[in-house]
């Protein structure tokens, strides 16, 4: 027969072993759930981050292509040349390229990297036509590489705050100096060839 006593006598070890149980349990619970998030915010993360990777590359591919044909027309002063017979094609392979990554930054971006990967690739489009155009677009050419840069500096602060990237906001940094006298020097060079050209011999 149960000892009465004895049963009403081990009901608080029973229960505190219960409460133990049930505490453990929901500590544990609590601690995967915090793990989970993490590991998910860190995959999360990790997709945003190639998307954006991938996009900023096919838009600075654009942007070197965009300037080599424009300096095959003496528009741009310090890419290297290169024949609109070979440049355009790549070009609009590299369009393609471009809009196949920007898909993946619609799917994962934040809207505030997406706003501004928008207006980065409109500037770098407006490069483009200028390009394509080959007409004397010398001013505008300046302006429209300046843009390009505003929006390209403008989408990279966009990733840092959407990432948590620490260390405040990118300085925005000129042209070397060597890449000045560079322009210089080339545009002096050209002036030379006209010159020559024009110039009827003595």
């Known amino acids: 027969m149960v ?16 409460i133990g149980s049930i505490a453990t349990y929901l500590a544990t ?4 759930k915090v ?18 990777t991938d996009h900023a590359h096919a838009l600075k591919n654009m942007t070197d292509l965009a300037r080599r044909i424009a300096a095959y027309g003496d ?15 790549q070009l609009s392979a590299a369009e393609q390229d471009r809009s196949a990554k920007w898909e993946s930054v619609l799917m994962v971006g934040d809207p505030a990297v997406i706003e501004a990967g928008q207006k980065w690739k409109q500037c770098v489009w407006r490069l483009e036509w200028l390009a394509r155009s080959r007409s004397d677009v010398g001013l505008d050419w300046a302006s429209a590489l300046s843009q390009v840069g ?22 925005r940094f000129g042209l070397a100096p060597w890449i ?3 322009k210089e ?9 006209l010159t020559d050209e024009v110039t009827p011999p003595n």
């Open 3 to 18: 000892d009465v006593d004895t049963l009403l006598g081990q009901i608080p070890t029973i229960v505190g072993v219960l």
């Open 29 to 32: 619970s609590a601690t995967s």
């Open 35 to 52: 793990q989970w998030r993490r590991e998910t915010q860190a995959r999360w993360t990790q997709m945003q981050i190639s998307a954006y």
């Open 75 to 89: 528009i741009d002063g310090v890419a290297d040349p290169l024949s609109p017979d070979v440049g355009l094609p």
């Open 150 to 171: 505003d929006a390209k500096h403008g989408f990279y602060q966009a990733v840092r705050r959407s990432i948590g990237t620490p260390g405040g906001s990118l300085r």
């Open 180 to 182: 000045g006298a560079m």
């Open 185 to 193: 020097s080339r545009a002096t060079v050209s002036s030379s060839a």
